[in-house]
């Protein structure tokens, strides 16, 4: 067992990690918990996703019943943002007195004021990893390694509750950091939700093309610089109306500076300005190590 | 010896085939047509670049004379566009009489208005295959293999000369398709030149934050979508305001388009339009596949 599990294991005084729901996140934090020693318990919806994480052997112990987390020290909310940002009666029913509570959610302002009011050993955070995969099957053992965790704490009443969130954080290989819900909101509508609607404004320019002809060859042609600039953009569209309904301001504060960008892109090539052009496209090219 | 370099080789009746310039598309024809049996010349502009390529074995042939491609049946400009576009007298002299011309550059109109007036055996072609490398050390084997290979003559008056680069396609492996010059480039304009506009202004907005908290969050945070969404953004600068200069008018057409999409997305968000965002991102997420 590494140094920082035995933190963890430490800190939880031996008991179990609980998880609400097994698909990606919740899978993926299953299999490494368990694969490091960390006793886990899951509660999942339906019987056929409980049945189907005990023969992955996501956790030690899962089931459709909430009395499954009463003994947890911490139990992680690996759910949907619509459930994160209004929790039902049951899930907060179901969430044992002595936890300290965590989430998952991308988008961490809206989850932090739905939660504030709720309960006050309430951690939100947010682990940047993932992949296209969903369900039950989609968990994947080291998902988390040298990825971002961001913890958003409010003042919360129990200083050691992020503390608890930042040694599973580092159990699992990643990076812990805090910072303020809306700072965090701000940053992915940047890096995470702009790029999105930006390429699917791209797929819907080149699939309206009208013309018959240049419709046929644009698909022909097309090779992986616009597969790579699309790529987000064919995503989950459920996924992409959560973003943007949860993080709305943001990301029409990100998509007015791009928009203000895109223009004066569109300056320098009406007016024939290249070294104009020149220099903008020099500029990105420097920025871009920045964010790798 | 494949069929396709048979009947290459026959309809150059055992002429060599010219390559001038061996950079990236150069170098990799060269290798391919080598390990065809296919025999090579080349002619580069400095004696460092020719050493290279002679211990890299590019070609059969290579030296900074012109008269190295006088007994080519086929000679292939493999040149940055500005020289495509604006020929050098030297150019122009140096290509034997009984040679068929074409070129590799990404836009076809300009070139194509270039050499009407100039040459009735060029034949303006375009190999969408590469990477982001460049120089004597960037040729690689079998770039072209399952890749387009455009052709857009304009009624020659040498009819065989289209029929000649077919072959040379075909030999690479490449799918050889004929189209107008401004199809292509409007099509180009879509899938290749529109893509690095997209990008350029997402780094532009992402480096643009102004608060240095989300700036720095924005770099710590970033991840594949980010990387993948900006690739095409971070490339060579040159070569970016190369394809907007001699595509202006159907970069500007692909860029007004992409607004008018941009703002109908930024009008759902506004507007909380979840089902139309929605629809908007369903519509994109079915059409991506067509373009791989």
């Known amino acids: 067992m590494s140094e920082a599990a035995r933190t963890l294991q430490r800190l939880l005084g031996g008991a179990p990690v609980g998880l609400v729901g097994l698909g990606l996140i919740g899978g993926s934090i299953g299999l490494d918990l368990k694969a490091l020693g960390v006793p886990t318990r899951a509660w999942v919806r339906r019987e056929a996703m409980a049945r189907r994480a005990r023969e992955r052997g996501l956790v030690d112990q899962v089931c459709c019943e909430p009395g499954v987390l009463k003994s947890c020290g911490l139990v992680l909310l690996c759910l949907p943002m619509d459930q994160l940002v209004s929790p039902s009666p049951a899930l907060l029913e179901a969430l044992p007195p002595q936890a300290v509570i965590s989430d998952v959610g991308s988008v961490k302002g809206a989850i932090a004021a739905a939660w504030r009011l709720l309960d006050h050993r309430f951690v939100p955070g947010h682990p940047l990893a993932g992949s296209t995969a ?15 965790w961001v913890l958003t704490p409010y003042g919360n009443s129990d ?3 992020p503390t608890l969130v930042e040694a599973l954080a580092l159990a699992l290989g990643a990076e812990p950091l805090r910072c303020e819900a809306a700072a965090h909101d701000r940053a992915v509508a940047l890096i995470s939700h702009l790029p999105v609607l930006v390429s699917v404004a791209l797929l819907h320019t080149a699939s309206g093309e009208q013309d018959p002809v240049i419709a046929a060859l644009a698909h022909r042609l097309a090779s992986s610089g616009f597969a790579d600039t699309s790529r987000v953009g064919g995503g989950n569209p459920v996924l992409g109306v959560q973003m943007a309904t949860h993080n709305r301001k943001a990301v029409l504060q990100g998509l007015a500076a791009y928009r203000s960008s895109l223009e004066q892109l569109e300056a320098a090539v009406r007016e024939a300005d290249w070294p104009g ?7 990105s090219a420097a920025a871009r190590p920045h964010f790798l």
């Open 134 to 148: 969903a369900g039950v099957e989609a968990g994947q053992a080291g998902m988390f390694a040298g990825r971002p």
């Open 277 to 283: 052009l020149q220099r903008e496209l020099a500029c």
């Open 159 to 161: 200083v050691a509750a």
